[in-house]
């Protein structure tokens, strides 16, 4: 999947891409990084079709009916349980399916029968991250998956993730986060001015900022422009 010479101008006139070439790999997590304002839930509007986007410069993505794509903060019904949310989106996705509590992860399981509206931000979070990744696409687009989470959950989320990427779906994420990009199935695009600033694995992301520290390396990369 690859996104080539894309600019785009906010109605605003500020420009948010600035001739932006990206290329996402498919066997990787693909994670974009950058400052608040960047443009990095944007583009997940535009690779998901949510905006309208000019083919000439996406090539290689699936079409709207293959992506996933979890937003921040999506409305699930407040009234549901946890299982009854989860087993609705099977029921889209696969309907007639013999889905139990029982299929549900741990952290799920104990709140199974809790109405999703009485459930905190973070455990909201879990049941979406949960709820998209049993749809069957080709592309899941998330848009800070770890946000609201503790670290544990957060680990437990970016697991789920990788899983999805390991039976051979497609992933690109937004994220803020730096404590579970621990190894070389994540491929890093740092978005800043319009353009991708560094493409690359978290180990040629420390080695190009001479430092062992991911946090270290986003300031540095910040302000190297
Ligand atoms: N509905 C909108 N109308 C006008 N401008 C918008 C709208 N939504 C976003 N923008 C602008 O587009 C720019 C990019 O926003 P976007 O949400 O893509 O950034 P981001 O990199 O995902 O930020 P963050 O890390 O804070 O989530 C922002 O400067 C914002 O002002």
Request: hydrophobic residues 35%; proline residues 4%; glycine residues 6%.
């Amino acid at each position: 999947m690859e996104i080539k010479d894309f600019t785009y101008t906010l109605p605003d006139k500020r420009q948010l891409y600035d001739h932006l070439n990206a290329h996402f790999e498919d066997d990787k997590v693909n994670i974009l990084l950058g400052p608040n304002g960047v443009g990095k839930t944007t583009l997940l509007d535009f690779i998901s079709t949510v905006k309208p986007r000019d083919l000439s410069s996406f090539e290689g993505f699936p079409a709207f009916k293959q992506i996933a794509y979890q937003i921040q903060g999506v409305p699930f019904i407040y009234e549901a349980t946890v299982y009854n949310t989860i087993k609705m989106v099977m029921d889209i996705q696969t309907p007639n399916n013999r889905f139990t509590k029982a299929d549900l992860p741990d952290v799920l399981q104990k709140v199974a029968d809790v109405k999703y509206g009485k459930l905190s931000g973070g455990q909201r979070q879990l049941v979406i991250i949960d709820a998209f990744s049993r749809l069957n696409r080709q592309l899941y687009l998330f848009d800070e998956p770890e946000s609201g989470l503790d670290p544990r959950m957060a680990q437990v989320v970016m697991q789920r993730i990788q899983q999805l990427n390991s039976e051979g779906k497609k992933i690109i994420l937004t994220s803020h986060q730096f404590q579970n990009i621990n190894n070389d199935h994540y491929h890093l695009l740092f978005l800043k001015d319009g353009k991708i600033r560094f493409e690359g694995s978290p180990s040629e992301f420390l080695k190009r900022e001479g430092t062992s520290d991911l946090v270290q390396a986003y300031i540095k990369t910040d302000e190297d422009q």
